[in-house]
């Protein structure tokens, strides 16, 4: 039974979707299951965060490695629901004045806006600018033409990287317009519109007949791996 | 010498790459841009709009590409303001309308503040379901979208009067980090209504080279992280003669670091490479 009826769920809810695509009368249909599919997106994000809780209250009592790491996570997690649920130091709204705490969770000024502008801000955008540096030190020692393939690569990877700065003009602008084709910054809308526009069409030709196949599997209940292990 | 390259610390590469944007930062180096096809098809599908069009501005990025994205945003919601396009902003991620405040209290409240909330943009907000809530509205904004972020009912909005769908908007811009973006946008609206949706977009340079297949029949203009940001700014800042206002070149300023960190890169390589084949000739690697 555990496994019958998400079998019979899903099937329903692609059925739906599949006839709802190519019967204009259906589309309604497809419409709800999509309503559907968004509501449970929203209460996925309450499983989330009861799981964050979960695991990290288990790593903090079993002392595992790194446990002070989880009691940051923890108290990091409930400051900022604390702070956008009670809309914490938010200014008062348009409609209600002299509310204190009225106006939304985003306004200047509140604690969530504050979190957000000071804490998570910088810190995701420092992280993400941190790959400048790990890219530079990978391709120091990675990037070697080892074969013919390597140099095609490296031969693409160069064009790319001076076709997309000012330096493409140093190097080719002195190409008669006669000869503007082989400017590097057209060398590289080439590259990108050409060869990597049709190797792209191919992989994604061959990704979406895959993808097809595998969920007319899951459709039809021949693949049941998502389901889990579990014994039905 | 060949000895401290060969063993060089990666410490002295994260100095070098650090040096390598910093001087250019401060120095302030940067270039003239020259559009290319791409940036203009971006441009001229917002400027070709008649004046006071619907254009629907969806911001799915976060804090992490703001470096590369939120120079496009700002540009695409002056030329729409410049314009007197109706904005409807939106978000398929969760930070998403944070952005949108951000690019609205700099551009539109600083540069245009005579336009209305409600009769000139309004922030729709942020809704769960990913590709989920383009399948939704495309076909009808108020099953997902009963009121705005600051929770006026939709109908109670005037610029929302008469609009039922995605399908009612003149353009969709979407400003795209990764998924859900530019690629689901394709997929579920413009390919479903290929003759009632038009859109552009801008996203981050390792997103690009996978929507170029949809240029330019599904995606009338493309721009690709930060050197797309400083083609377009180029147009809008020429077009709109902004020259003294350092907010609409941004894209712009970040070339001059993106072209000393390339050619950094480059070095790197290639002194990699001497040193691979050094070592091959000696025979200590194979």
Same mark, same amino acid.
């Given at each position: 039974? +555990?496994?019958? =009826? ?6 329903? %809810? %692609? ?19 999509? =309503?559907?599919?968004? =509501? ?42 604390? !702070?956008?649920?009670? +809309? ?12 204190? /705490? ?48 390597? @140099? ?21 602008? /002195?190409?008669?317009?006669?000869? !503007? ?35 007319? +599997? ?15 | ?102 690019? @609205?209290?700099?551009?539109?409240? $600083? ?13 729709? %907000? ?16 108020? $099953? ?28 969709? =811009? ?33 997103? !690009? ?5 949809? @240029? ?12 797309? !940001? ?38 790197? @390589? ?17």
């Amino acid at each position: 039974m +555990k496994r019958t =009826i998400p079998l019979f769920l899903t099937a329903i %809810g %692609g059925f739906v979707l599949i006839i709802a695509y190519y019967i204009p009368h259906t589309q309604g249909w497809g419409e709800v299951a999509a =309503i559907w599919f968004d =509501i449970l997106a929203a209460i996925a994000f309450l499983l989330g965060g009861g799981n964050l809780m979960k695991i990290h209250l288990k790593k903090i009592s079993d002392h595992k490695a790194g446990w002070a790491y989880s009691v940051i996570t923890i108290i990091a997690f409930l400051a900022t629901l604390t !702070a956008g649920l009670g +809309k914490v130091f938010s200014p008062p709204s348009m409609q209600y004045p002299d509310m204190a /705490w009225s106006g939304s969770y985003r306004e200047i000024g509140s604690a969530f806006w504050w979190l957000f502008e000071y804490a998570f801000k910088p810190l995701t955008a420092t992280m993400f600018s941190m790959l400048a540096f790990y890219v530079a030190s990978a391709a120091f020692r990675a990037f070697r033409a080892k074969n013919f393939e390597a @140099i095609l690569l490296l031969g693409t990877a160069f064009i790319i990287l001076l076709g997309r700065t000012a330096a493409a003009n140093w190097v080719t602008g /002195w190409l008669p317009e006669s000869w !503007a084709g082989l400017k590097l910054e057209n060398v590289t809308v080439t590259i990108m519109q050409v060869f990597n526009t049709a190797g792209n069409r191919a992989i994604m030709i061959g990704i979406a007949l895959g993808v097809a196949a595998t969920s007319l +599997k899951v459709l039809l209940g021949v693949d049941r791996s998502y389901l889990g292990g579990g014994k039905g | 010498m060949f000895e401290f390259f060969q063993k060089l610390d990666r410490r002295w590469i994260f100095l070098a790459m650090f040096l390598a944007v910093a001087i250019p930062i401060i120095i302030q180096l940067d270039f003239e841009e020259t559009p290319t096809d791409l940036a203009h098809r971006v441009f001229d599908a917002i400027e070709n709009l008649p004046d006071g069009s619907r254009v629907l501005l969806s911001f799915d990025f976060d804090p992490a590409s703001e470096g590369e994205l939120k120079p496009m945003a700002t540009s695409f919601v002056y030329h729409c303001a410049a314009k007197n396009h109706k904005m409807y902003i939106m978000a398929l991620w969760p930070v998403g309308p944070q952005m949108a405040d951000d690019t @609205i209290e700099n551009v539109i409240k $600083e540069d245009f503040p005579h336009m209305q909330y409600g009769h000139n943009y309004v922030n729709l %907000g942020y809704k769960s379901g990913y590709e989920g809530v383009i399948k939704v509205i495309v076909t009808n904004f108020t $099953e997902l979208y009963s009121t705005d972020t600051r929770g006026t009912p939709w109908n109670a909005i005037p610029m929302c009067t008469g609009v039922e769908s995605v399908q009612d908007m003149d353009l969709v =811009i979407n400003i795209s980090a990764g998924y859900a973006g530019t690629k689901e946008w394709v997929q579920y609206a413009v390919t479903a209504y290929p003759d009632q949706i038009r859109m552009v977009a801008g996203c981050t340079g390792v997103q !690009a080279p996978l929507l170029y297949p949809y @240029i330019p029949h599904q995606l009338e203009g493309l721009l690709g992280a930060i050197k797309g !940001a400083a083609e377009y700014e180029a147009l809008v800042v020429e077009k709109y003669k902004l020259e003294d206002d350092p907010k609409y070149h941004e894209g712009i300023r970040r070339m001059g670091p993106q072209l000393v960190a390339h050619l950094l890169m480059i070095f790197l @390589i290639i002194l990699g490479n001497v040193i691979f084949f050094i070592e091959k000739k000696r025979g200590g690697r194979r």
